[in-house]
């Protein structure tokens, strides 16, 4: 086996050759030829091309497969699959587009299974499921890594459209190549090609020959066909609104039992916690894992069982008045449902500044990643908020920035933030802590340039060349869409379960002779998880064990 990712690879990438392209045995292959068709391949056959909406998955008996990304009438090499190796990468449990072409060039036979059998074949055989997705999951962060995608992003770091697209592509792991206009002298080819101007950016060159202008999310996710594989009008056993650490917890148990699940979310698997650089206290990971990368497992987890997600779309309205309920999305489709679980999760509160709108994205965040991380190397930066996601912001931050300043309204962080996030925010002398202190002003013309803020405590107020700020404060819940139908209490927080008073529950109609289940609103058959729910603890490990117990009682409410 032969293949421009190991060619290149570094040592410990080198080690892991083995897991990125295994050699099955015959047992293994007899095992996988029981689920698919043994056919004979020749030399110069495409058995599908880069575009295909279906990608077969095919294990090489005899012969030779190349992986090939074509650009014009060129093509990059990728990989090369020998007897006992199979193809595909994690694009195959979604049903997306094939990111590459695959040719035999070494004529012989495959077996070949579409993706429902090998669904079937990654759900029933745990020693293969365990090699086949484990290579599956590599190859996907390789191809991040090498930038082999059919997409190329041009954009400035200065734009804050072109921070969204990135952090939209990062988060939904498709790997794209990035073009800056401020640094890469030779960009002004392909913007003559493609008859782009400076002014258009962020710009994205989909497939290699659609060109989107400063796109949204759901243009995005249209061209590169992320949801094309969904049908959004079969009657699902339970539809999930928000794909944060609630949603897909319930959608990989859900699954995992048989049911029929689909997930809506607004932007990207992981919710506010995917936007997290380094969860230390969350079960299982002593070293600590990033947002991201969680819920990057639990979106594949929740693939593998046959949960679907539909993505870069958001709930407008539920219809409540009849069963099945229905779901009204972006562009107008009612999705049906038997069962309900909402898991939206909340927002961080954007403080009532004049100017805040004018500098979001480009000089203003609601979430710390890597990408934010490298536009303030060397510069100050403040941390607004005294929760646990500020203080990881703080953390991450002070590695790569010159000063965080941590700007909090309370007396300290013992009340609102884990004890050894406060410990090291105390000893890590890049950060400065300014208690009772608020921001008043955010300056500047097409960039932030100053920011003013005062001392609760003494009315001070001072000013100072920052230009980054980082907004981690509070919660509003994202319940709009929920006008109506469920009860909620008065910031806007679903109430569930015992929380609902009985005269709350007379006043919704509630019409069975039984009482809500634990976390079931006051409409039957209808859940709230995670953040969105009133009472619960802001916490990723909470917010999952809620997502997982509620599909017990969705059980019970489908053969109510």
């Known amino acids: 086996m032969t293949d421009t990712i190991a060619a290149a ?13 295994p050699t099955l045995t015959p047992a293994q292959i007899a095992r996988v030829a029981a689920h698919g068709q043994r056919h004979p391949i020749q030399r110069g056959e495409v ?24 650009s014009g009438a060129t093509e990059t090499l990728v990989a090369v699959h020998g007897p006992g190796q199979f193809s595909g990468e994690i694009q195959m449990l979604s049903g997306r587009r094939a990111l590459a072409r695959a040719r035999v060039s070494e004529s012989g036979e495959v077996i070949e299974l579409d993706r429902e059998r090998l669904l079937a074949l990654v759900q029933t055989d745990s020693e293969l499921s365990e090699i086949i997705m ?9 191809l991040i ?16 459209g072109t921070l969204r697209v990135k ?9 794209y190549t990035y073009i800056d206009l401020d640094r890469d ?4 080819g392909l913007l003559d090609r493609f008859h782009i101007s400076a002014s258009d950016v962020p710009v994205l060159i989909c497939r290699g020959d659609v060109v989107l202008r400063n796109p949204t999310n759901q243009q995005i996710a249209d061209c590169l066909g992320f949801n094309a594989a969904i049908n959004e009008t079969r009657i699902r056993d339970v539809v999930i609104v928000g794909a944060g650490p609630g949603g897909l917890a319930a959608a990989v148990y859900a699954a995992s039992e048989g049911l029929d699940v689909l997930v809506i979310e607004t932007n990207a ?14 079960l299982g990971f002593p070293t600590g894992i990033s947002g991201q990368a969680l819920a990057g497992r639990a979106y594949t987890q929740a693939q593998k069982f046959g949960a679907q997600v539909i993505i870069a779309k958001s709930a407008k309205q539920l219809a409540c008045d009849r069963k099945p309920y229905t779901i009204e999305i972006d562009d107008g489709q009612r999705v049906p449902a038997r069962s309900v679980i909402i898991a939206t999760g909340a927002e961080y509160r954007k403080p009532p500044l004049e100017n805040l709108t004018r500098f979001e994205g480009a000089s203003v965040y609601y979430g710390a990643t890597h990408m934010e991380a490298q536009l303030c190397v060397g510069d100050e930066v403040i941390v607004v908020g005294g929760g646990n996601s500020a203080g990881q912001a703080a953390v991450f931050l002070a590695q790569t920035a010159k000063r965080v300043h941590v700007l909090v309204r309370s007396g300290g962080l013992a009340e609102s933030m884990s004890r050894y996030l406060v410990r090291r925010i105390e000893e890590n002398p890049a950060i400065v802590l300014r208690t009772q202190t608020e921001i008043t002003a955010l300056e500047g013309d097409n960039h932030l340039e100053r920011v003013r803020w005062r001392d609760n405590q003494t009315g001070k107020t001072e000013t100072h060349d920052i230009r980054h700020v980082f907004f981690m404060t509070g919660g509003v819940p994202n319940t709009r869409w929920l006008d109506g139908c469920v009860v909620r209490d008065a910031k806007g927080f679903i109430k569930t379960g015992p929380d609902l008073s009985q005269d709350e529950l007379t006043a919704a109609h509630w019409p069975l002779g039984r009482l809500p289940h634990l976390l079931e609103t006051s409409l039957p058959g209808v859940f709230a998880v995670g953040d969105v729910r009133a009472g619960s603890i802001k916490r990723v490990a909470s917010a999952v064990g809620e997502g997982s117990i509620t599909v017990a009682f969705v059980h019970q409410v489908l053969h109510e």
């Open 185 to 188: 002298a030779d960009v002004q």
């Open 134 to 142: 484990r290579a599956f999951i590599l190859r996907r962060v390789e």
């Open 145 to 160: 890594a090498h930038g082999f995608g059919d997409v190329v992003l041009i954009g400035s770091s200065h734009c804050a």
């Open 167 to 175: 952090e939209f592509l990062t988060r939904n792991a498709h790997p």
């Open 47 to 70: 058995l599908f091309e880069a575009g295909s909406a279906v990608i077969p998955f095919f294990v090489v008996v005899e012969g030779r497969i190349e992986i090939v990304q074509p």
């Open 269 to 282: 698997p992981g919710g506010q916690a995917g936007s997290s650089s380094k969860i230390e206290n969350y």
């Open 9 to 21: 690879a570094p040592l410990t990438l080198t080690a892991r050759i083995g897991q990125l392209f």
